[in-house]
Nanobody, 119 residues
């Protein structure tokens, strides 16, 4: 069974940076588009950024300046770097992957990692 395991969340102060990670249980090459989503309290889940197998990153307009998505194929990890954190960034951050090849047509979600921005 394919699993996505997020890590790296925590309590940070406004203005600080944080990098969250997603480690799939299968090789990243098994996925087409991978991405990060977030869900703040009492709000719907929203996309933050996605990345294609050739490294093309797509961001929600409001998040282009402070969020950076990347993949380390050798380490088999998906990252999301968040800079200049704001209290409104407080949310559960979820990893998402769309399968390709033998996993084509399947979509996977991680369990989420909590990011809390507070002084």
């Amino acid at each position: 069974q394919v699993q996505l395991v997020e890590s790296g969340g925590g309590l940070v102060q406004p203005g600080e940076s944080l990098r969250v990670s997603c480690a799939p249980s299968v090789r990243i090459a098994n996925f087409h588009v991978m991405g990060w989503y977030r869900q703040a309290p009492e709000k719907e889940r929203e996309m933050v950024a996605t990345i294609t197998p050739d490294g093309f990153a797509n961001y929600v307009d409001s998040m282009k300046d402070r969020f950076t998505i990347s993949r380390d194929v050798a380490k088999n990890i998906l990252y999301l770097q968040i800079d200049s954190l704001k209290p409104e960034d407080t949310a559960v951050y979820y990893c998402n992957a769309q399968g390709s090849g033998r996993l084509r047509g399947r979509e996977y979600w991680g369990q989420g990692t909590q990011v809390t921005v507070s002084s």
